[in-house]
């Protein structure tokens, strides 16, 4: 059974720190790229950041860029984005995806499977 589970969330101040982590299992974790994504309120979902299924080759979207970093851990089965100098625009509900992909590029569409997501809210 394919699972991605979501942890790390919750609530911050601003211009502090989270760290998202996303533990997948059912599928072989290095055969994928993997994503997450955010949904804000009254928004649409949008790609935070992809990184690719080794690891050697990441994006991040630009409002993200320099203040989010994404990792992985194969050995695991995890990923990681970290998460600093949040913003009350970072609020959202944050989601984990897998792509399956032969390649050493990672993409923000067609993805296979996703988490259930977890909140984050970055408030005063």
């Known amino acids: 059974q394919v699972q991605l589970v979501e942890s790390g969330g919750g609530s911050v101040q601003p211009g502090g720190s989270l760290r998202l982590s996303c533990a997948a299992s059912g599928f072989t974790f290095d055969f994928y790229a993997m994503a997450w994504f955010r949904q804000a309120p009254g928004k649409e979902r949008e790609g935070v950041s992809c990184i690719s299924r080794l690891g050697s080759s990441a994006r991040y979207e630009d409002s993200v860029e320099g203040r989010f970093t994404i990792s992985r851990d194969n050995a695991e089965k995890t990923v990681y984005l970290q998460m600093d100098s949040l913003k009350p625009e970072d609020t959202a509900v944050y989601y984990c995806?897998?792509?399956?992909?032969?390649?050493?590029?990672?993409?923000?569409?067609?993805?296979?499977?996703w988490g259930p997501g977890i909140l984050v809210t970055v408030s005063s």
């Open positions: 995806a897998a792509d399956r992909t032969l390649s050493y590029e990672c993409k923000f569409n067609d993805m296979d499977y």
